[in-house]
């Protein structure tokens, strides 16, 4: 997963009478974190079952509710075993159920 850092720039805008000072953000991207909940611009499009699962392709946004999980395919097919789950963003869980995506953790 890529890890988002936000760097800060300070700028002086020089005014009529005195300075102003404006505070630019910009993001990049680097590094792994694997609680960063995904990251990346691309949607998922599958789920495989772990502890957690992981997200196809590599790096995917990682869904927010059962919704979001509408478009991707799990990995295997059938129910997923006790314990498996997939993570959401930017909390909670999810897994496949052999026909449908479910919250939580498969039991």
């Known amino acids: 997963m890529t890890v988002a850092r936000m760097h800060s720039q300070r700028q002086v805008q020089r005014g009529r009478d005195k300075p102003r000072y404006t505070d630019q953000k910009r993001i990049?991207?680097?590094?792994?974190?694997?609680?960063?909940?995904?990251?990346?611009?691309?949607?998922?499009?599958?789920?495989?079952?772990?502890?957690?699962?992981?997200?196809?392709?590599?790096?995917?946004?990682?869904?927010?509710?059962?919704?979001?999980?509408a478009g991707v395919t799990a990995t295997p097919a059938t129910a997923w075993t006790t314990g498996q789950y997939v993570p959401l963003a930017p909390a909670g869980s999810a897994y496949w159920n052999g026909t449908a995506w479910a919250l939580g953790v498969a039991p």
């Open 28 to 69: 990049t991207r680097g590094g792994d974190d694997p609680n960063a909940g995904g990251g990346g611009a691309v949607p998922a499009t599958g789920a495989t079952a772990g502890t957690p699962g992981t997200y196809t392709p590599a790096g995917a946004t990682h869904p927010a509710d059962l919704a979001g999980l």
